[in-house]
T-cell receptor
C-alpha cells in the first residue's frame, strides 16, 4: 500500500454514460497525476495538478474528460459520454515537489473501466 | 524527442533462473531513472531509483545498473520467484519544473515453475 487510494477499483458502464473516479493522494503531497494505461502498454500521461492548479493536460485528454482538484487534496476525473475506447486502467499518482529535490511518484491501485 | 524504450517486450523464464531487462532512453536533461514493478491489475510500485552519479543499486534480488553515457539501464533479477511475474516499467525523469516523467511500455515477465 503506497498511501494513494483510488475509488472505485472497478467500473463497468454502458457507452454514453458518464463516470467519475476519485483519487486520494498522500496527504502532504502537492502534485497529483492522472494516467491511462491499456493492456501491455506503459502509463500514458493525461494531466497533473500542483496543489489545486491544473498545470498541464495531454492531447489525449479530449473534451469529454475533465479533472479537478478543488482543495488541493483529492482529485476527480470525469469522463462524459463514455466510448468503448475509453476502456482502460486509470492510474493516479502523487508526489511532493520541492524546487531542487528529486520527485518520486507514488501510484494508487488504479480504477479499471470497462465500457460496454 | 524524449523517449524510453524497453526490451524485451515479454519474457518467460523458469523459476530460480536469472534474467535481465533493458531500458534505453533519450530523455534530456537527465534527472533520474526508476524501475517500477506492476502486478496485474495493480498500480506500479517503485523498485529502485538512480541518479546520474549512480551506476548500480540493489533492492534484494533486484539490481539496477545505469550507464549515463550510453543512456542505458538494466534491471537484473536473481533467482527468480513465481511472485516476480509482473510488468516492469522504466521511468526516466528530466530536469525541470513541469511534468518530466517519461514512461517505457514495460517488459512483461512470466516466471513458470
Amino acid at each position: 500500500d503506497t498511501g494513494v487510494s483510488q475509488n472505485p477499483r472497478h467500473k463497468i458502464t454502458k457507452r454514453g454514460q458518464n463516470v467519475t473516479f476519485r483519487c486520494d493522494p498522500i496527504s502532504e503531497h502537492n502534485r497529483l497525476y492522472w494516467y491511462r494505461q491499456t493492456l501491455g502498454q506503459g502509463p500514458e500521461f493525461l494531466t497533473y495538478f500542483q496543489n489545486e492548479a491544473q498545470l498541464e493536460k495531454s492531447r489525449l485528454l479530449s473534451d469529454r474528460f475533465s479533472a479537478e482538484r478543488p482543495k488541493g487534496s483529492f482529485s476527480t476525473l470525469e469522463i462524459q459520454r463514455t466510448e468503448q475506447g475509453d476502456s482502460a486502467m486509470y492510474l493516479c499518482a502523487s508526489s511532493l515537489k520541492r524546487s531542487q529535490a528529486q520527485e518520486t511518484q507514488y501510484f494508487g491501485p488504479g480504477t479499471r473501466l470497462l465500457v460496454l | 524527442k524524449n523517449q524510453v524504450e524497453q526490451s524485451p517486450q515479454s519474457l518467460i523464464i523458469l523459476e530460480g533462473k536469472n534474467c535481465t531487462l533493458q531500458c534505453n532512453y533519450t530523455v534530456s536533461p537527465f534527472s533520474n531513472l526508476r524501475w517500477y514493478k506492476q502486478d496485474t491489475g495493480r498500480g506500479p510500485v517503485s523498485l529502485t531509483i538512480m541518479t546520474f552519479s549512480e551506476n548500480t543499486k540493489s533492492n534484494g534480488r533486484y539490481t539496477a545498473t545505469l550507464d549515463a553515457d550510453t543512456k542505458q539501464s538494466s534491471l537484473h533479477i536473481t533467482a527468480s520467484q513465481l511472485s516476480d511475474s509482473a510488468s516492469y516499467i522504466c521511468v526516466v525523469s528530466a530536469l525541470g519544473t513541469g511534468n518530466q516523467f517519461y514512461f517505457g511500455t514495460g517488459t512483461s515477465l512470466t516466471v513458470i515453475p
